[in-house]
């Protein structure tokens, strides 16, 4: 009976669940977040130390969809600069500046600068280049994978993890054979709090350019805890800004015709120009935004269809419902869970008074399956319409690579649907560490041709 007392472990309170990143190997715990969601539009969660990460003040954490767009829709009151927009503060003052260097960590009109350049760098023919790019690389990562009449595959590294760093590849102009870099960097600041991810090290340097070897030469190694040095800061990440700053200096002197060639290339309304760092702190954002995001949300997707064989077999037999059925894949699995803003006023939010300085966290997975806007949320349907959802944010920071994401699960499912008659789980899949990202590191499938 004592021995009982002594290892049963106590009951922890949803808002404790909710924040853990361990629970989420398990799976996101939607239960708490219901229970939380019905309680109030706004719960105070506790920062309790975890993994490396020390305490912190605690935040309000935005769990119904309304509440969340009025967040977002206000970045004067609650703003992307003043603590950054990780749940983690930066660990020192010259972190938090370090972060604010990038666009995702500022506000209008700073931020508009920025957005409004890269905005008309998207130009409707690098989009169109970029979208018949897309299709092509999809294409040849199915033929090389969708072979014979049946087999399996780990969908996670053999399908999804190639088509963001091809297509990232192409908007960045960087060489491709360069491209596995990417997938480092961006392990390495998504993981930090996941073991098989923070020392990532998939790039082969053989296969690399030059440039890319001289950036390697930096790369930092574990400390002497085991643990990589802090990825959101620069001394971090030195091998990813050696490799932008080569970059920049190569596409001043040798334009092509990709979206950064275009951007080195503007002239903003005062005459000025993307600065040298501007450039580099670009660079880092796309280099983790277009990438993680989507390795996680591809095989997501692909979860659904393998739990739902009836909405897979609706697609093979009418591909014009495609654009729909991403839109409820990115909603059901939701591959950002969250992103924070700080209060800049003392100010009230679904009832709720919130404190100048308070950390605001909105939940993307939550307001995703608020009951107010989604009938039978947890249901994936993929005739849902309409499908408001937030994945992609809202406001002033909605996500500059939404149509480039989009375009790539289209045709990527285009593809493997049109390949194979069946798709079935062939082992158990591993879900990352982390309260962030809805990550999927290994997703063993069957398929039959
Ligand atoms: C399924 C895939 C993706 C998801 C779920 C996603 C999600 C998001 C979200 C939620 C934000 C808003 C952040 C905030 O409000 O603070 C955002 C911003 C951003 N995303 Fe994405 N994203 C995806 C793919 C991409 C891709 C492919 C690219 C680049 C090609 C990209 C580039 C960006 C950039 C540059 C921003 C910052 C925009 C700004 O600060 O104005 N994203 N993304």
Redesign the pocket.
């Known amino acids: 009976m004592g021995r009982q007392m002594t290892t049963a472990r106590p009951a922890r309170s949803d808002t404790e669940v909710v924040f853990d990143p361990a629970g989420y190997v398990d799976g996101v715990p939607f239960e708490a977040l219901a229970r939380l969601r019905a309680a109030a539009p706004v719960a105070w969660v506790a920062e309790t130390p975890v993994l490396g990460w020390p305490a912190g003040p605690g935040f309000w954490l935005v769990l119904r969809h309304a509440a969340v767009e009025s967040v977002?829709a206000r970045p004067q009151l609650f703003s992307?600069a003043r603590g950054a927009?990780q749940i983690r503060d930066p660990a020192t003052p010259q972190a938090l500046g370090y972060v604010r260097q990038?666009?995702?960590?500022?506000d209008p009109p700073v931020?508009s600068r920025?957005?409004r350049l890269?905005t008309r760098s998207f130009t409707r023919r690098a989009v169109a280049r970029l979208e018949d790019r897309i299709r092509g690389h999809a294409r040849a990562i199915c033929d090389r994978v969708f072979t014979g009449p049946r087999g399996e595959c780990d969908f996670a590294k053999d399908v999804a993890a190639d088509l963001?760093l091809l297509?990232?590849a192409d908007?960045l102009g960087m060489p491709p054979q360069d491209r596995w870099l990417l997938f480092d960097w961006s392990n390495r600041v998504i993981g930090y709090q996941d073991p098989d991810y923070a020392t990532s090290a998939e790039f082969d340097p053989a296969a690399g350019t030059p440039m890319a070897r001289q950036a390697l030469a930096l790369r930092p190694v574990p400390g002497r805890a085991g643990r990589m040095p802090d990825p959101r800061t620069r001394e971090g990440m030195p091998d990813l800004y050696a490799y932008a700053h080569l970059l920049a200096e190569d596409k001043r002197g040798h334009p092509g015709d990709d979206v950064m060639s275009i951007l080195l290339a503007q002239v903003d309304d005062d005459g000025g120009q993307v600065s040298v760092a501007e450039f580099e702190n670009?660079f880092w954002?796309?280099a983790v935004?277009?990438?993680e995001?989507?390795r996680?949300?591809?095989p997501g997707a692909c979860i659904a269809l393998l739990e739902h064989p009836g909405a897979a077999d609706e697609l093979r037999g009418d591909p014009a419902l495609m654009p729909a059925a991403v839109e409820e894949m990115?909603r059901w699995w939701?591959?950002?869970m969250t992103?924070?803003?700080t209060a800049t006023a003392d100010c009230e939010l679904g009832g709720q008074r919130i404190g100048e300085g308070d950390k605001v966290v909105?939940s993307?997975t939550s307001a995703n399956r608020d009951e107010a806007v989604f009938a039978d949320p947890g249901r994936f349907d993929i005739h849902r319409h309409p499908n408001p959802h937030?994945?992609?944010?809202?406001?002033?920071?909605?996500?500059?690579?939404?149509h480039?994401?989009?375009i790539?699960?289209r045709a990527l499912f285009d593809e493997v649907l049109a390949r194979t008659s069946a798709l079935r789980y062939a082992g158990e899949p591993a879900y990352l560490r982390s309260n962030f990202q809805r990550g999927v590191k290994k997703l063993p499938i069957a398929w039959t041709g």
């Open positions: 977002l992307s927009t990038m666009m995702l960590n500022m931020h920025l957005r890269l963001p297509a990232l908007i670009m954002l796309f935004a277009g990438n995001t989507l996680n949300g591809l990115l939701t591959p950002v992103f924070r803003r909105v993307f937030l994945v992609f944010g809202y406001g002033p920071h909605f996500c500059l690579g939404a480039l994401a989009r790539q699960m």
